[in-house]
T-cell receptor, first 109, second 116 residues
Framework: AQRVTQPEKLLSVFKGAPVELKCNYS??????LFWYVQYSRQRLQLLLR??SRESIKGFTADLNKGETSFHLKKPFAQEEDSAMYYC???????????FGGGTRLMVKP | NAGVMQNPRHLVRRRGQEARLRCSPM?????VYWYRQLPEEGLKFMVY????????ESGMPKERFSAEFPKEGPSILRIQQVVRGDSAAYFC??????????????FGSGTRLTVV
């Protein structure tokens, strides 16, 4: 069975500090992984997906199959990055996304 | 294309009443997913539906909760005899038909249910 784990419920950093939001997964097939972001009281939005290998709003995430991880990183956090971040795994057998428990990022001035 | 529409945005119910949450998927999307977000907690999968079919309801509580996605009209998540613990934000997402690859979810703005 697939599983997505985000070990930190809350991550608090100062503006300008580096950020790493951790995500680990378990999945027997070839994983498709995503990061979603939810700003205060708004809908979830796709931030990035691993197959795109892109950088969005300064965030990057690298899939590490050996460590079964897909950590989200940003070198210099901004206050507007404060939000809830969800890591998600696509289960193509079930045709659905499984989300981790989420990490709330707070960037302090 | 108006996106995924959920209504109402806010719903207040007294204990014991019924709550009906509606989700209209994006045009062309035939798959609907419901998720629940409890206060200070993450997003929990509830149910996955296609038109007239429940595909996966492994996240639905066994009692009081039901969901449908009829041939015509929106998907409905129904909670009977609500209790305070049902207070949460309920999000709906939709996706187009796919052939085993991820074709993208679009989320609605959610319905915030408060049970008093």
């Amino acid at each position: 069975a697939q599983r997505v784990t985000q070990p930190e419920k809350l991550l608090s950093v100062f503006k300008g500090a580096p950020v790493e939001l951790k995500c680990n997964y378990s999945y027997s097939g070839s994983p498709e992984l995503f990061w979603y972001v939810q700003y205060s009281r708004q809908r979830l939005q796709l931030l990035l997906r691993h197959i795109s290998r892109e950088s969005i709003k300064g965030f990057t995430a690298d899939l590490n199959k050996g460590e079964t991880s897909f950590h989200l990183k940003k070198p210099f956090a901004q206050e507007e990055d404060s939000a809830m971040y969800y890591c998600a795994l696509f289960n193509n057998a079930g045709n659905m996304l499984t989300f981790g428990g989420g990490t709330r990022l707070m960037v302090k001035p | 294309n108006a996106g995924v529409m959920q209504n109402p945005r806010h719903l207040v119910r007294r204990r014991g009443q019924e709550a009906r949450l509606r989700c209209s998927p994006m045009k062309g999307h035939s798959h609907v997913y419901w998720y629940r977000q409890l206060p200070e907690e993450g997003l929990k999968f509830m149910v996955y539906l296609q038109k007239e079919n429940i595909i996966d309801e492994s996240g639905m509580p066994k009692e009081r909760f039901s969901a449908e996605f009829p041939k015509e009209g929106p998907s409905i998540l129904r909670i009977q005899q609500v209790v305070r613990g049902d207070s949460a934000a309920y999000f709906c997402a939709s996706s187009p038909p796919s052939a085993g690859y991820f074709s993208g979810y679009t989320f609605g703005s959610g319905t915030r249910l408060t049970v008093v």
